[in-house]
């Protein structure tokens, strides 16, 4: 484990977990910002980023305005599972990891739907509230 893990040190190349976790985090807080401030906040993001591949930061920004480009529709598919809970009263954490889910379930082949799911409730213990997971993975398994 340990020599995995200073190989990993060594290149400074992301696992699949970790840019998906700063996907998410770009996503949250691009919650907060005007559209018009997005390339800002981007800009910052990468800056703040311990990363030296350029490999990483494309496919995170990337992937980052493809899920941008689908909030509607990934809203549209959230709001009609989520009996009484639309994504408007969603906490903003949960709202963005299910969205990075459906992206990833509905829009990007490559990703087990159950990879997707199982990420998006681990990273919901990690940053959510106690109900979350259990939330968000209820939202997906219907969605799924």
């Given amino acids: 484990k340990y020599k995995i ?12 977990r970790e840019i998906r976790e ?3 985090k770009l996503l949250f807080r691009a919650e907060f910002y005007e559209e ?5 906040q981007l800009q910052l993001f990468f800056e703040d980023l311990d990363t030296k591949e350029e490999k990483d930061t494309h496919y995170i920004q990337g992937k980052f305005e493809q899920i941008l480009a689908r909030l509607p529709e990934i809203d549209g598919m959230v709001n009609a599972v989520a009996q009484g809970w639309k994504t408007t009263r969603m906490g903003k954490v949960d709202l963005t990891l299910i969205r990075l889910a459906v ?4 829009f990007e082949e490559g990703i087990p739907t159950g990879v997707a799911i ?17 939330f968000v993975n209820g ?3 219907k969605l799924a």
């Fill in 22 to 24: 700063q996907i998410f």
């Fill in 5 to 16: 893990l200073t190989e990993a040190l060594e290149r400074n190349h992301m696992s699949r």
């Fill in 103 to 106: 992206y990833e379930i509905k």
């Fill in 139 to 141: 939202i997906l398994a």
């Fill in 118 to 134: 199982n990420e998006a409730v681990e990273l919901a213990k990690r940053y959510g509230t106690d109900d979350s997971a259990s």
């Fill in 36 to 40: 018009g401030d997005l390339p800002e």
